[in-house]
């Protein structure tokens, strides 16, 4: 295992996610962590790259005790700089912050132990910079291992303990061969075994899940029947059972027999403990006669969820208390996703490392609940991955995302009963022509929106007057910038035509061809 030290900076789990990508299992603890307090002994240590300068006052330190384990230490960016100040205090602001590409230029050693970080690369190697501070000379016993134009501490090993300092980040894509880096740290220096997969990752998650709620506690956690919010619930009952109180709420803007669909696969299909709530009326009452505020719409489904969750909880653990699985709520689970942590302030305590999602924000002041998130780690493919091994359905795995305020977003104009049937029929249709075409996958999101305006047609003899579906399929890789799909003529004929047949109030449809930027996926 490779203890991986976190200073905070936003690319910290990066680097797990690279030594799982070969197999390499690791930790990922706050940079203050005691190492007496450890139960047990990493083979190797990266100290992550951190927002701050090591001469600062304040400044976050690792336990000494991690230079006397005899293992070999990697440091990274502020991570270099720890070494350095911990055998000399050479540090201080470089005259000139240094941010982007750079080149690697690596001092070939004849012997020993020193550039074996660098096996197998060549000069001229890319790396991505992003510091302000500079060594300014090297503490006793250093070698200097690599330098960029900018940078004559680009890279630093120690001549006889294994201890390695590179002010560059290896983990970021910007920093291409950074993966043999990393794997030459872990695999040849550390040797450490490559035999981490998935399955181990459920094994271990599950083991830390019981440890942390105990022999009672429970946990509650609301699920949308998106990959995220499945996978985190299956996990927990895997952990604990009956004692995860999964909640589904329905909204009455979820997709067309939705709420139906994820009851059947979350309680017969994975045994999930699992609560539908149909609020439907109470949020379309509340959505009346909303017509051009989509934030509007947002706050009332948001603020309604909240309200109806957390009715919900109390019932629950009313109910929990009296039965054999007594216990206090005391956790609420999220799903969510490294992505969504944006920046890891973990080393500041357990109450700065709390983030609200945007769906459920709000929830947690209302609770008094302790927040746990399995997949906080991990990327959405590594989801997809875990959730296939847990034994969710194909289909699921691979859900489009779908957005909280569901269906409203995507209704323009005033959100009534009419409005939902009429969006929700299209969209079943346009997805499942898009399945039968088999570029679901292919596709990253798709729906149909309903226009806020009437057009004219002809149906049969008749002239008619009917509204206007507006048909809507991108491919991103992080949804930030999306493309419109390229579908060809045939398949949105067939689906105009079958919308136009089957959905009553529809006239037209139309193919939304913009890209985001300038527009955004959701129509509202
Ligand atoms: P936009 O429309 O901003 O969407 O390009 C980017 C991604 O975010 C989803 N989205 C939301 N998800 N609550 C959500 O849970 C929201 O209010 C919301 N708005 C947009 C959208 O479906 C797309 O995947």
Known sequence: ?????????????????????????????????????????????????????????????????????????????????????????????????????????IEKQRDGHVDRLFKGLEDDVEVWMSHGDKLSNMPEDFAITATTANAPFAGIAHKQKMLYGIQFHPEVTHTPKGRVLLRNFAVDICQCKTDWTMGKFVDQEIARIRALVGDKGQVIGAVSGGVDSTVAA????????????????????????????????????????????????????????????????????????????????????????????????????QGTLYPDVIESISFKGPSATIKTHHNVGGLLEGMHLKLIEP???????????????????????????????????RILGEVTPEQVRIAREADYIFIEEIKAAG??????????????????GVMGDKRVHDQVIALRAVETSDFMTADWYPFDGDFLKKVSRRIVNEVEGVCRVVYDITSKPPGTIEME
């Open 1 to 105: 295992t490779i203890l991986v030290l976190d200073f905070g900076s936003q690319y910290s789990h990066l680097i797990t996610r690279r030594l799982r990508e070969h197999n390499v299992y690791c930790e990922m603890l706050p940079c203050t962590q005691k190492l007496s307090e450890l139960s047990w002994k990493p083979k190797g240590v990266i100290l992550s790259g951190g927002p701050y300068s090591v001469y600062w006052d304040d400044a976050p330190h690792v336990d000494p005790a991690v230079f006397d384990l005899n293992v070999p230490i990697l440091g990274i960016c502020y991570g270099l700089q720890e070494i350095a100040w911990h055998f000399g205090k050479n540090v201080h602001a470089g005259e000139k912050r240094e941010y982007g590409h750079a080149y690697l230029k």
């Open 375 to 409: 997949l906080r780690e991990l990327f959405k493919d590594e989801v997809r991955e875990l959730g296939t091994n847990l034994g969710i359905p194909e289909d699921l795995v691979w859900r489009h995302p779908f957005p909280g305020p569901g269906i409203a977003i």
């Open 439 to 456: 570029l679901y996958r292919k596709i990253s999101q798709a729906f149909a929106a309903l226009l806020p305006v009437k057009a004219v």
């Open 234 to 333: 299956k996990l927990m009952q895997e952990a604990i059972g009956e004692r995860f109180h999964a909640v589904l709420v329905d909204n009455g803007v979820l997709r067309l027999n939705e709420a139906k669909q994820v009851k059947e696969t979350l309680t017969k299909g994975l045994g999930i403990n699992l609560t539908v709530v149909d609020a439907s009326d109470r949020f379309l009452g509340r959505l009346k006669g909303v017509t051009d505020d989509p934030e509007k719409k947002r706050k009332i489904i948001g603020n309604t969820f909240i309200e109806v969750f957390q009715e919900t909880a109390k019932k629950i653990a009313a109910d929990a208390a009296g039965s054999s699985r007594a216990g206090e709520i005391e956790w609420l689970l």
